[in-house]
């Protein structure tokens, strides 16, 4: 057992003989030979995997995420070197590295249209949103033990804790819109679920936040309104803050350079896009013409480059400091990592056009839209019969439960842990007319 409270584990974990590594590399270790882990190699990142080889998945977008992430705490600790404080609390390479890497994990097929159909789905028996289910994968579902998943570090837990507040103190029951008939039909716009983690998991991140005074943790879980119509928490610790820089980072980055090698974006749509905002790209030491010059030369080399340059430049634009939390002592709630005003603005400027001319194209949204229609129908398939069409192992969860909504959670589980070919070949398996065998094999 750890000294420290939050390299602490909920389950005891013994070490095995001569094990020398410390408990973050152990975190780490887990993750990547994790089954959810290895699932993201086929779940949806932006572009349908069916569309390249090339263009990035889930996973590898939680690798570039993991990387621009220890980049991140590597440059915070240069900057703040006479700062103990700071320096000390900041993570180590193999946490940030666990933190980055886990952050989407639970995430369902087909991106946020299986997102939206899942907490469709669960309306009345507590919602889904995917930075929720990843809690519940790392702390419950996984298998490396019986009944505590990955059975990780506190901090890990902390760290991926995007959001602190549950399902039922975040829903706001009239942002959500009518559900349409059939109900796959219903407007995904106004189906988002609150940013939250589930109701389920309320005794986890109890065990997360115990280490937190009692006023610490009331102040940290503290809601406001958000233009969902929902309640969103305002705070959130130390080490989320870096990794979602590092998400916001890759994702804007990393997407325009997919939509660019795609022809989604070309140097005209680029020009047009930053026509009267040349002082965003001024304010950075940067000239968007040049940029475009790299961007969308000919030679794939200079686009890498140009790209690189962005990246780093995203990077040394962070700094740390104090929160606006109130009452705050415990280092890793106090403290947050934040990108200049300049930058930040900038790369929401780029993100802008990703998701205007890719993430929102019709193309795209009509892949999400068939996505959406597929999980509710799956749902609403083993729903309707689960002990018939549940597979082994997840018909005896659902059986050994004593509630509805527990199990409706575990058929949840299931279709969120499905990659986007596993759902596609499922549902094909239960609602296409060809024969079929009972040898088919999922």
Known sequence: MTDN?????RLHDPRRSSDVRSEWERDYARLIHSSAFRRLQSKTQVLGLGESDFYRTRLTHSMEVAQIGVGIVRWLKSLHKDQTDIVNA????????????????????????????LNLCMRGFGGFEGNGQTLRILSRLDKYTAEHG?????????????????????????????????????????????????????????????PLAIEEKL???????HKSGH?????????????????????????????ISLGMITKKDWVAHNEGKEELFRDCGDNSNSLAEN????????????IGNLVHKFIISTTVRESVFPLATT????????????????????????????????????????????????????????????????????????????????????????TDEYATRMYEKLYYPHKGSIFDRL
């Not at 900041?90 to 299986?114: E, K, R, T, V």
């Not at 602190?164 to 039909?185: C, F, I, N, R």
């Not at 995904?188 to 609150?194: G, I, M, N």
């Open 5 to 9: 409270i939050w390299d602490s584990r």
């Open 331 to 418: 280092s890793l709630i106090r403290l947050n990592a934040y990108m200049d005003e300049a930058h930040e603005r900038m790369l929401e400027h780029i993100f802008d056009l990703v998701m205007k001319k890719v993430i929102k194209s019709s193309n795209v949204q009509q892949l999400e839209f068939k996505g959406q229609r597929l999980v509710v129908e799956l749902f609403e398939a083993l729903s309707s019969d689960p002990e018939r069409l549940l597979p082994g192992n997840t018909r005896k969860r659902y059986t050994d439960e004593s509630t509805q909504q527990k199990k409706m959670r575990i058929i949840c589980d299931f279709i969120a842990g499905m």
């Open 90 to 117: 900041l993570p180590p390479s193999a946490l940030m590295n666990s933190i980055c890497l886990a952050h989407d994990i639970g995430h369902p097929p087909f991106g946020h249209g299986g997102e939206v159909a």
């Open 219 to 225: 102040a940290f879980t503290k809601l406001q309104p």
């Open 295 to 306: 961007l969308f030369s000919d030679e794939s080399y200079q686009r890498k480059k140009a």
């Open 231 to 259: 309640l969103k928490p305002i705070y959130k610790g130390l080490d989320t803050s870096i990794m979602e820089l590092a998400d916001d980072i890759s994702y804007s980055l990393h997407d325009l350079e997919d939509a």
């Open 150 to 210: 990955l059975n990780p570090t506190r901090r890990l837990l902390l760290g991926v804790l995007k959001y602190p507040a549950s399902y039922g103190a975040t829903v706001q029951s009239d942002a959500y819109g009518d559900v349409a008939t059939p109900s796959w039909l219903s407007k995904a716009e106004k189906q988002h679920p609150p940013k939250c983690y589930m109701d389920d998991e309320q005794d986890v991140v109890n065990w997360i936040l115990e």
